[in-house]
Each structure stands twice: as structure tokens, then as C-alpha cells.
């Protein structure tokens, strides 16, 4: 019964956002967050003060995907009435107007670039509307920066969900090392055949044949240098690797090296200043990005100092506290151990996306109305997003609740004592789970990070390996997981159409994790 109540909610999510006369998340996942909580108070029998503190952690946890995505629908609206966009679009027209080299370059190694400096959803928060903006349709443009957006997901917002979303599991640094040049590998195997279906949703079958040459040297441009960093280093293989590749595929584009030719219907030329000009604020969020997220620089430690500043007693609702990083905490909640917090100069919400807008307004001679437009047309369109994640977290934290007893642990450990020694063929789908409630790699790492290591352990299956397999399957769950999904779909203001992703997202998501099983069975015995 425990198992069937742990399950229940997620297949009756599932079916409310895929059924014909589909919910909107903003309605779907408030209430399956109930369903969770009747569960938790009347089968699971939680303290109410827990279920409680619970709901109240939610409510400040939202507050990082919500102001991303605010500060990425800022940052694109800004983008648009500036006329950043427009230039772009005529810009990547004479590199080469092929839609494949555009796709490639801006989903793939433009967003694999983006996903090493921050994670968070923010890679397709910013690729998708440049899409977008070349002419592609939005629904289908979503589903494409989605299932792009995997790759590079293990070594994230500069490897966060390989060093610290197995940092729990007390792990000597070369284990660590090991699991991160494990998981490139699996990545680099489905790398070869996930772009590839990508691209599929957008362009047909015949154009991806005349172009299939660029196709994989983008690839390879990205894929090559990323697993030989992985070799050495756990933080910087995504954002070296995008990096590389993204200077690569302009560079091959230019040339045409690989691809079909394809007549050009924009007349008009782009001069240089121009070019610079429109690129101006992309290369400054990028620059911000990256001298914030790098560890041997002052400005990732500083935003992150958490040394009390302010504090002050709210009652019984816990103890609230302001840090020198900025750091917005509710401590020992309804006088439990629950905390919650919200990094206000860290998460990339304010830096970069508000700074970046703020400062590139008086460089574009944006007037004062239509900077009141961006911002308030802005925050309309946060409001369906917030609905869908509150519930969405609220739901995750109870699901949570009770530690190995809790409703996620209970599913983990009931799929790997089902499997035995077959776990390896289904690691990556529990990873992929986790990925799936939370909207992240590192917490999917976080929930289920000691269940595969009890798991590996049990069966004597290398506990390497099933950790690497857990951060590839929390990478590939990124293109189911309802976060990403209604962040892309609110920055590209779709309405409604989360459930119909699902099931574009759910066939890529599927065959990644056949993939990273048979890396795992016959190509890492071979080299590890």
C-alpha cells in the first residue's frame, strides 16, 4: 500500500497533463500537491507541524526557478523590444542560412556553453527565444532546446551535480573524479543520437541526411573536448566543452563545411557594430555568468557567504536571517529542523539577468515607457509558472518527508529490490525520476545518491558506475521534468501545452537511458 500511495501521485500527474482535455500545470500540480499532503496526514500519519514546515520550505524554495525564469523572460523581452534579437536573426542569417547550422549552433553548443556557466533552466530560457526569433515554431523549439539540454547537464552550473549533489555520500576526491569521467562517457555515446532526434522535431529526415557532416562535427566539437576534461576535472567540462564547440560551428558554418547550400532571403547586410552591439548583452550575462561561478575567483564565495548579518525571531514560524552573501534564510521552521533559503546575488536571476538588462537599456536608448512595458509585461507572464511550481515543490517536499521511509526512497528502493543485480539496465530511469520531480540534476543526485550507493553495495555492482549512472539519468530526466517544461514554455509564453512535451520528451528521454545501460554494460568495463 505504501508503494502504491508513493506512486499513485505521479501516475495521476501524468495522466491529468497528457489526457485529451489536458490541465495546465499551474492547476495540475496544486493538486497533486493535496493529493500528496491527504496522504501524508491520513496514511503516512506525518506530524502536521512537519507537512506544515514543509509547505512553508516550498514556498521559499520557489522563489530560485520562479526568478530565473522572471529574469529570463526579462532578459528576452528586453532582447526583442531592443532590437537585439532582430539583428541576431539577420546575423546568423549570413553565417549561413541553413536552419540546420542555426539549430546546431544556438540549441546545441550555444545552449551547452550556457549550461556550464549556470544549469537552473537557463540554458533553453536563453537559446529557445533566439530560435524563436529566426522563425522556428515555439512548441517545437521547446521541445528541441529540452532534449538538446541533457548532455551537459552532469557537469552543469560548473559541475554542481556531480560535486555536490553526491557530497552527502563522503566520497574521496578521485571517486568523485572517477564517477565524472563515467558519466561523460555515457553522455558522449547518447550524444551521437539525441541531437540527431532533436533536430528531428524540427527539420525533416531528408535535410538532416544533406546536412549530417556539420551535424556530427558540431557535435564532436563539443562532445571531444568535454570527455577529456572530464578525464581531469569535474567543474568546467560542459562550459569548456560548449565553449570549443560553439566557436567551431560558426566557424564551419561560415565556411559551409558540411552543409547543403541554402538560399539566403535576407537581403540586408549586417555591419560589424551592429553585430557587436546585439551580442553586447548575451556576452555580458555570459561574462557575469561565468566570473561568478568560477571557485578560484573571490565572487562565488563572497555571494555565498553565509555569516549571519540580520536576524529576527517571526514568531512560531521560525527564525528569519539575513547573510553578508545576501542569503534570505527561514530557520527551524514551525520549530522543526526544516530551513529554507533563497541566494539572492547566486542564483542567476538578479545577477545576471536583471544587472545585464539594467545595463544594456541606457546603451540601446530604450525609452523610459518602453522599459515600463519590459518589466511589467515581464512579471504577467511569471504569474501561471508560479502556480505550477509552487505546486510542483510543495508536492516534492512532502514527497520527501520521513527520510528512508519517505515516499521517493520507498519507490527507489522498491525498483532496485525488484532488479538485483540488473540494476545497472535501470539506474539512469531512478536518476531520471528524481529529475523529474525536483526540475534538477543535483537534488535528483541528492535524494537518490545514497540509494544507489546502498544498492551498488548490496549487489556488489561497482558503486562508480551506479552513481554515474545516476547523474546521466538525473541529466536525461531534464527533458521530462515539469520545471524545465513550464520554464521554457513561460519564457516562449505557451499556453497549456506541457502535457503534449511530455509525450514528445518522453521517447529521447527513454532511448538515453537504453544508451547509458549498454555504455554501461560493455563500453566503461573497456577503459575503467
Not at 310 to 326: D, N, P, Y
Request: proline content about 4%; some cysteine; hydrophobic content about 55%.
Amino acid at each position: 500500500m505504501a508503494l502504491f500511495l508513493s506512486i499513485f501521485p505521479i501516475v495521476l500527474l501524468i495522466y491529468l497533463m497528457v489526457k485529451r482535455n489536458a490541465l495546465p500545470s499551474s492547476l495540475a500540480l496544486p493538486w497533486i500537491a493535496a493529493v500528496v499532503l491527504i496522504i501524508q496526514l491520513v496514511f503516512f500519519g506525518t506530524d502536521i507541524k512537519i507537512v506544515s514546515a514543509n509547505i512553508a520550505s516550498a514556498l521559499v524554495a520557489v522563489q530560485t526557478p520562479i526568478t530565473v525564469i522572471l529574469g529570463a523572460i526579462l532578459f528576452n523581452r528586453f532582447s526583442e523590444v531592443s532590437g537585439a534579437t532582430d539583428t541576431l536573426r539577420k546575423w546568423l542569417g549570413t553565417i549561413n542560412p541553413n536552419p540546420v547550422a542555426q539549430l546546431m549552433i544556438i540549441g546545441w553548443a550555444f545552449a551547452f556553453m550556457i549550461e556550464g556557466a549556470s544549469g537552473f533552466g537557463t540554458p533553453a530560457a536563453i537559446a529557445a527565444p533566439i530560435l524563436v526569433g529566426l522563425g522556428f515554431p515555439a512548441i517545437k523549439v521547446a521541445v528541441l532546446a529540452l532534449i538538446m539540454n541533457s548532455v551537459p547537464v552532469s557537469f552543469g552550473a560548473v559541475g554542481t551535480p556531480t560535486w555536490f549533489g553526491f557530497g552527502p555520500l563522503n566520497l574521496g576526491e578521485s571517486q568523485i573524479l572517477e564517477i565524472g569521467s563515467m558519466t561523460a562517457l555515457i553522455h558522449a555515446f547518447a550524444a551521437l543520437v539525441i541531437p540527431v532526434i532533436a533536430l528531428s522535431f524540427i527539420v525533416n529526415v531528408k535535410d538532416i541526411r544533406r546536412n549530417i557532416v556539420y551535424i556530427y562535427l558540431s557535435i564532436f566539437a563539443c562532445v571531444i573536448p568535454y570527455i577529456l576534461l572530464a578525464q581531469v576535472n569535474y567543474e568546467f567540462p560542459s562550459l569548456v566543452g560548449g565553449a570549443i564547440g560553439l566557436f567551431i560551428s560558426v566557424l564551419l558554418a561560415n565556411k559551409g563545411v558540411g552543409l547543403a547550400k541554402v538560399e539566403n532571403n535576407i537581403e540586408t547586410t549586417v555591419s560589424l557594430g551592429e553585430v557587436v552591439k546585439a551580442l553586447f548583452p548575451t556576452a555580458l550575462l555570459i561574462g557575469i555568468l561565468i566570473i561568478t561561478r568560477i571557485q578560484q575567483l573571490p565572487f562565488k564565495a563572497m555571494m555565498n557567504d553565509a555569516t549571519t548579518w540580520f536576524a529576527v525571531q517571526l514568531g512560531s514560524l521560525g527564525r528569519f536571517e539575513i547573510s553578508h552573501g545576501l542569503i534570505f534564510s527561514l530557520k527551524e521552521i514551525f520549530g522543526t529542523s526544516i530551513n529554507s533559503s533563497y541566494k539572492l546575488l547566486y542564483v542567476p536571476a538578479f545577477i545576471p539577468f536583471v544587472v545585464t538588462v539594467l545595463i544594456a537599456i541606457p546603451v540601446f536608448k530604450v525609452s523610459a515607457a518602453k522599459t515600463k512595458d519590459i518589466f511589467v509585461m515581464s512579471f504577467k507572464q511569471t504569474k501561471n509558472p508560479f502556480f505550477a511550481l509552487v505546486g510542483a515543490l510543495i508536492m516534492v517536499n512532502l514527497m520527501l518527508v520521513g527520510g528512508d521511509g519517505s515516499m521517493v526512497k520507498i519507490i527507489g528502493k522498491s525498483f532496485a529490490q525488484a532488479t538485483g543485480e540488473y540494476w545497472t539496465v535501470f539506474a539512469a530511469y531512478l536518476g531520471a525520476v528524481g529529475a523529474f520531480f525536483s526540475g534538477s540534476n543535483t537534488v535528483s543526485n541528492l535524494t537518490f545518491g545514497s540509494v544507489q550507493l546502498s544498492t551498488a553495495e548490496l549487489t556488489g555492482l561497482s558503486t562508480s558506475l551506479i552513481l554515474a549512472l545516476q547523474s546521466a539519468g538525473g541529466a536525461m530526466g531534464n527533458m521530462v521534468c515539469i520545471n524545465n517544461i513550464v520554464a521554457v514554455n513561460s519564457v516562449l509564453n505557451i499556453q497549456n501545452q506541457e502535457g503534449a512535451i511530455i509525450k514528445k520528451t518522453a521517447l529521447p528521454m527513454i532511448l538515453y537511458g537504453i544508451i547509458a545501460a549498454l555504455v554501461a554494460l560493455f563500453v566503461i568495463p573497456i577503459f575503467f
